[in-house]
């Protein structure tokens, strides 16, 4: 069965040191997703990404982090200067269509800033 | 935006009975409703969907019911077994349809 992957599965970085998180969606998927999840929250959507730039972002989503789909296969997270904050599990997924359909999640990367 | 709520927070069921989740949603205009389940250490996994167009969905001893009228849709795990322990995740996608909203998440436990 085709999968998300993710990597790192779990990354510890200092505090304002940039970090990238990588994924490697589903082959034939054209949508990609990152979300969170802070420990004993919910998750939460954090950005779309569509057709080489970003479709819709949340209000977390501010100018430390980017996206981007550096080839044809990975899609990746930037958090340019972490924060104590962003410690948190970090999901990538992807979605064949855009609209009202199922997303498959990868295993997740735990980010923990210190 | 969207706003989905889920109860229980926690759940333990004796092994065999049956289980049950609740969520509501804030925007009308939300159409795909997906449950999902996340092991330890794993992402969340589909285990069943609905869309609006649809009152009730089943999948052996998983079935979904959805009442768009009071914005509530409900996960109903039948005969349960302890590999059901995990936790359980509603969400809703909103009008855009391309994001999901997650509710907060049931830690369900079934005990042998």
């Known amino acids: 069965e085709p999968e998300v992957t993710q990597t790192p599965s779990h990354q510890v970085t200092q505090m304002g040191q940039e970090v990238i998180l990588r994924c490697v969606p589903i082959?034939?998927?054209?949508?990609f997703y990152w979300y969170r999840q802070i420990l004993g929250q919910k998750v939460e959507f954090l950005v779309s990404?569509?057709?080489?730039?970003?479709?819709?972002k949340s209000e977390i989503f501010d100018d430390q982090f980017s996206v981007e789909r550096p080839d044809g296969s990975n899609f990746t997270l930037k958090i340019r200067s972490t924060k104590l904050e962003d410690s948190a599990m970090y999901f990538c997924?992807?979605?064949?269509?855009?609209?009202?359909?199922?997303?498959?999640f990868g295993q997740g990367t735990r980010l923990t800033v210190v | 935006g969207e706003n989905v709520e889920q109860h229980p927070s926690t759940l333990s069921v004796q092994e065999g009975d049956s289980a049950v989740i609740k969520c509501t949603y804030s925007?009308?205009?939300?159409?795909?409703f997906p449950w999902y389940k996340q092991e330890l250490g794993k992402g969340p996994q589909l285990i069943i969907d609905?869309?609006?167009?649809?009152g009730e969905k089943k999948d052996q001893r998983i079935a979904v019911t959805l009442n768009k009228t009071a914005k509530h849709f409900s996960l109903h795990i039948t005969e349960t077994q302890p590999e059901d322990s995990a936790v359980y995740f509603c969400?809703?996608?909103?009008?855009?349809?391309?994001?999901?909203?997650f509710g907060g998440g049931t830690r369900v436990l079934v005990k042998p």
């Open positions: 925007d009308s205009a939300s159409n795909y």
């Open positions: 609905i869309r609006s167009n649809v």
């Open positions: 082959s034939n998927h054209l949508y």
């Open positions: 997924a992807s979605t064949e269509q855009g609209r009202n359909t199922e997303a498959f």
């Open positions: 969400a809703a996608t909103g009008a855009a349809g391309n994001k999901l909203t």
């Open positions: 990404f569509y057709n080489n730039e970003i479709s819709e």
